[in-house]
Structures are given as structure tokens and as C-alpha cells.
């Protein structure tokens, strides 16, 4: 068993875990103090914390306490703290889980940026898929405890292994149908879709997995019928739900597609 002390890795908490009478400095001092940075000079110290504190943009406010910071900036002393030492393994427990939608967004580039400078091997957790597939190299997908899928972000995506990691890693449409080997057919509709990379557990199912953005939306054509029965308009796309028989698809579609709620319309799988 090796002391904690003694570990070569850094952690942030999903908390930042700061304590309230250190300033921002003192809080990134403090890993320099233990046994593993003996061998460091003072002065190789100071340099090491120094050049952390300003590569974080946190030099303004070396000397505030946490209750002064705001939530962006506690979340880079959590980590100024956690890589000054380059430990070569960094433990990340859901980090941006207590900050708002924008500050995650340049919180993910400051992590892959650390990345990058430090070369330390991150792992990372998160219930958010987006930030997962952003950020990740490669995802370990969990379920009750048991692996549910390794793979890169994009096969995850493209190439789910099973139905919950298709349904859990961004939003998954299931086509009830029947199998032939690897040609799928649509239950109650004349159509049939290539099966050749779905995994063997959907074809044991009778399912195949449509991602949201595989599907067009068209108003004539052969094609699953379905009924527009909501719709979101999302910037840069507009996302729709429609009822296909007994089931409830999601289908994103371009601003300029526009299709009214209750409309009548077919499903195409445009891969």
C-alpha cells in the first residue's frame, strides 16, 4: 500500500474541496510541501507554482480567499492545486458538474489544454454524455457497476454495443423490425436498412438504432410514417419529436425544414 502522500497523482473534487482560510497561492503551495517534491529546490517550487498560477489566469487573485472567487475561478485553483506537482495520473470526479452551461464550455478547453502541456494521464467522470464525448480519447461506458462499452467517442456514437449505451451516449431512435442476417426489415413498412456494423445484441432484439440526425424528414416518399407532435427550435437546428406507431422518435433537422405540429410526414434513413 502506498501512502497518500506518496501517490503520483493529482485529484479534483466534485466539490473543489478548497479550504476557506487559504488564499488561491497558498492552495497551490500546498502539494509542494509533500515528501514526493523533496527533491525540488525551494526556488524550483516557487516556480513551479508561480507559472501554474498565471498559466490559470489566477495571478489576480493569488491572494483572495475562495468565498471571494466566483465558481470559474475556484474551479481553476481545484486544479492549478492538482497539477503543480505534474503528477502522472490526474482524477477528475464530475469537475464541472456545480458550473453553468457557458463557463463548462472554455472549462472543457482549459482541461484539454492541461492535457496537453502535462501529458498526465486523465481519468475523468461524468454523467454528462456531451462532455464525454467531447473531451475523451476513449469512454468507459458503466452500468450497475459492470462495463457496459470501451471504445473511442466515435464508435461509441456510431457504433453502440448495446442498447443502453446507444440510448445513454446522446439520444437514440430503436426501429422495431425483424432481422435477415444482416438485412434489417421495418416492421408493418416495406423498407429495409443495412445491417452489416450493428451490434449482435440489437439483431437478437429485433431493434436498430437511428441516431436523430440519420433521419429526414420529408412530406412524400418511402419513408416511416410518423406525425410531428413537438418541436424545438435550437439555433442551429430545430429538434422534432414524432409519434411512429406506438413509438416516439427525435429527428434533428436544418432551420430551413420547417414542419408544423400534428403534420403528417415520413421518416428516411439518410446515412
Same mark, same amino acid.
Given at each position: 500500500? #502506498?501512502?497518500? %502522500?506518496?501517490?503520483?497523482?493529482?485529484?479534483?473534487?466534485?466539490?473543489?474541496? !478548497?479550504?476557506?482560510?487559504? @488564499?488561491?497561492?497558498?492552495?497551490? %503551495?500546498?502539494?509542494?510541501? =509533500?515528501?514526493?517534491?523533496?527533491?525540488?529546490? /525551494?526556488?524550483?517550487?516557487?516556480?513551479?507554482?508561480?507559472?501554474?498560477?498565471? =498559466?490559470?489566469? !489566477?495571478?489576480?487573485?493569488?491572494?483572495?480567499?475562495?468565498?471571494?472567487?466566483?465558481?470559474?475561478?475556484?474551479?481553476? &485553483?481545484?486544479?492549478?492545486?492538482?497539477?503543480?506537482?505534474?503528477? =502522472?495520473? !490526474?482524477?477528475?470526479?464530475?469537475?464541472?458538474?456545480? !458550473?453553468?452551461?457557458?463557463?463548462?464550455?472554455?472549462?472543457?478547453?482549459?482541461?484539454?489544454?492541461?492535457?496537453?502541456?502535462?501529458?498526465?494521464?486523465?481519468?475523468?467522470? @461524468?454523467?454528462?454524455? =456531451?462532455?464525454?464525448?467531447?473531451?475523451?480519447?476513449? $469512454?468507459?461506458?458503466?452500468? %450497475?457497476?459492470?462495463?457496459?462499452?470501451?471504445?473511442?467517442?466515435?464508435?461509441?456514437?456510431?457504433?453502440?454495443? @448495446?442498447?443502453?449505451?446507444?440510448?445513454?451516449?446522446?439520444? +437514440?431512435?430503436?426501429?422495431?423490425?425483424?432481422?435477415? /442476417?444482416?438485412?434489417?426489415?421495418?416492421?408493418?413498412?416495406?423498407? &429495409?436498412?443495412?445491417?452489416?456494423?450493428?451490434?449482435?445484441?440489437?439483431?437478437?432484439?429485433?431493434?436498430?438504432?437511428?441516431?436523430?440526425?440519420?433521419?429526414? $424528414?420529408?412530406?412524400?416518399?418511402?419513408?416511416?410514417?410518423?406525425?410531428? $407532435?413537438?418541436?424545438?427550435?435550437?439555433?442551429?437546428?430545430?429538434?422534432?419529436?414524432?409519434? +411512429?406507431?406506438?413509438?416516439?422518435?427525435? #429527428?434533428?433537422?436544418? +432551420?430551413?425544414?420547417?414542419?408544423?405540429?400534428?403534420?403528417?410526414?415520413?421518416?428516411?434513413?439518410? #446515412?
Amino acid at each position: 500500500m #502506498v501512502a497518500v %502522500e506518496d501517490r503520483d497523482l493529482g485529484m479534483v473534487f466534485q466539490s473543489f474541496a !478548497l479550504w476557506p482560510h487559504m @488564499t488561491v497561492r497558498e492552495h497551490v %503551495e500546498f502539494p509542494m510541501k =509533500s515528501k514526493r517534491q523533496k527533491h525540488l529546490s /525551494r526556488e524550483k517550487k516557487k516556480k513551479a507554482v508561480e507559472r501554474v498560477i498565471e =498559466s490559470l489566469g !489566477l495571478a489576480p487573485y493569488a491572494d483572495r480567499l475562495p468565498g471571494q472567487l466566483s465558481g470559474g475561478q475556484r474551479q481553476r &485553483v481545484a486544479l492549478a492545486r492538482a497539477i503543480v506537482g505534474r503528477p =502522472s495520473i !490526474l482524477l477528475m470526479d464530475e469537475p464541472l458538474s456545480a !458550473l453553468d452551461a457557458e463557463l463548462k464550455i472554455s472549462m472543457r478547453q482549459e482541461i484539454q489544454n492541461i492535457h496537453r502541456r502535462t501529458g498526465a494521464t486523465i481519468l475523468y467522470v @461524468t454523467h454528462d454524455q =456531451s462532455e464525454a464525448l467531447a473531451m475523451a480519447d476513449r $469512454i468507459l461506458v458503466m452500468r %450497475e457497476g459492470a462495463i457496459e462499452q470501451i471504445g473511442t467517442p466515435q464508435d461509441m456514437y456510431a457504433h453502440p454495443e @448495446t442498447e443502453f449505451v446507444a440510448s445513454f451516449v446522446s439520444q +437514440c431512435n430503436m426501429v422495431k423490425g425483424r432481422w435477415d /442476417r444482416q438485412v434489417f426489415k421495418v416492421a408493418d413498412c416495406p423498407l &429495409v436498412y443495412d445491417g452489416h456494423r450493428v451490434a449482435d445484441i440489437f439483431k437478437q432484439k429485433g431493434l436498430y438504432p437511428v441516431r436523430p440526425e440519420q433521419f429526414k $424528414i420529408v412530406r412524400g416518399g418511402d419513408g416511416l410514417p410518423a406525425t410531428i $407532435i413537438n418541436k424545438q427550435y435550437n439555433g442551429r437546428e430545430i429538434q422534432y419529436s414524432l409519434r +411512429c406507431g406506438t413509438d416516439r422518435f427525435t #429527428v434533428f433537422a436544418g +432551420c430551413d425544414e420547417q414542419f408544423d405540429l400534428g403534420e403528417d410526414v415520413y421518416l428516411i434513413f439518410d #446515412v
